[in-house]
């Protein structure tokens, strides 16, 4: 883990986890206005969407230096559950159940598997 560690992974994820935030509110948070006009969400998605890349594109290029592509998308993918666990808990009161711990734990396999041998690319 000594690699994941470093300043630029820790930027990486800092930054990923920042975009994230605002990628569930984009893709996830009109569902909480239901009865609000199409147009009106689609368009405060894109507004949402705006700040998400303003984190995502610097993250990646931070951490495309110390990982390989493929080794940002799947810790993207762990960094996007783990941020719409508590969004979902938050915003819509869903809680956790044991089959989506244990689909989380396949990604977090995927991982391990993904840094297996270090970077590669």
Do not use: D
Request: hydrophobic share 60%.
């Amino acid at each position: 883990m000594g690699a994941l560690s470093s300043p630029a992974v820790l930027r990486f994820l800092a930054l990923l986890t920042v975009s994230n935030v605002f990628m569930n509110l984009a893709w996830y948070g009109h569902l909480k206005f239901k009865g609000s006009p199409l147009w009106i969400v689609i368009l405060a998605s894109w507004g949402l969407a705006f700040f998400e890349y303003c984190f995502q594109v610097p993250g990646n290029r931070i951490g495309s230096g110390v990982m390989s592509v493929f080794q940002l998308k799947i810790l993207q993918e762990c960094i996007t559950l783990v941020v719409f666990v508590v969004f979902a808990w938050l915003a819509f009161g869903e809680r956790l159940r044991w089959n989506h711990a244990a689909a989380f734990a396949c990604v977090l396999a995927a991982v391990a598997f993904t840094f297996a041998g270090g970077r590669q690319g």
